[in-house]
């Protein structure tokens, strides 16, 4: 995995209604340079609209964050899908066709600078799709969502194992 390094420097800007959770990503970045929250969508868009991020940490709920992805994805700032109640199938693949560059669930809110750190390692890298995190997470979803939860979006899915397809490498990395 990368260093730690890479989070430094990095203008982090993390949006959820729940105080707590921000606080917590407050505490897992503290190596980044700056993490600046929001808990709702009408200042969460005034910073993205006035700013720049290294990359945004969105949920989904309560904030409106599919909207802000959007908002996000026109600024080409990288967003992070981190939610509890919108975790389902629709919503992951919905964050994937949006232009969100991983969707994951509060349940692994404690690896988030994990996640990021492989946004920026791909960015480094010049990889514009990654799929390290759903590599690491693929088995998390198959508990989670129904039994067949693929077969609903198969054209999708079939697509993203092409798109995003994790090298041996990478997969080293990551585990």
Sequence with gaps: MASDDILKGKKILAVDDERDILETLEE?????????????????????????????????????GFDLLDIAVRRKIPALMLT???????????????????????????????????????????????????????????ERFDHGWKNKDKKFWEEFDKTYQVSKDELEEIM
């Design 28 to 64: 897992i970045l503290h190596q980044c340079d700056v993490v600046e929250t929001s808990s709702n969508f009408e200042s969460a868009r005034e910073l993205l609209e006035r700013n720049i991020y290294d990359a945004v940490i969105l949920d989904i709920m309560g904030v409106r």
């Design 84 to 142: 509890a109640h919108g975790l389902n199938a629709d919503n992951l693949v919905g964050s994937i066709k949006l232009g969100a560059k991983s969707y994951i669930p509060k349940d692994k809110i404690s690896e988030i600078d994990v996640y990021l750190k492989e946004i920026f390692l791909a960015r480094e890298r010049g990889i514009e799709k990654s799929g390290s995190w759903f590599a690491r997470l693929s088995s998390f979803f198959d």
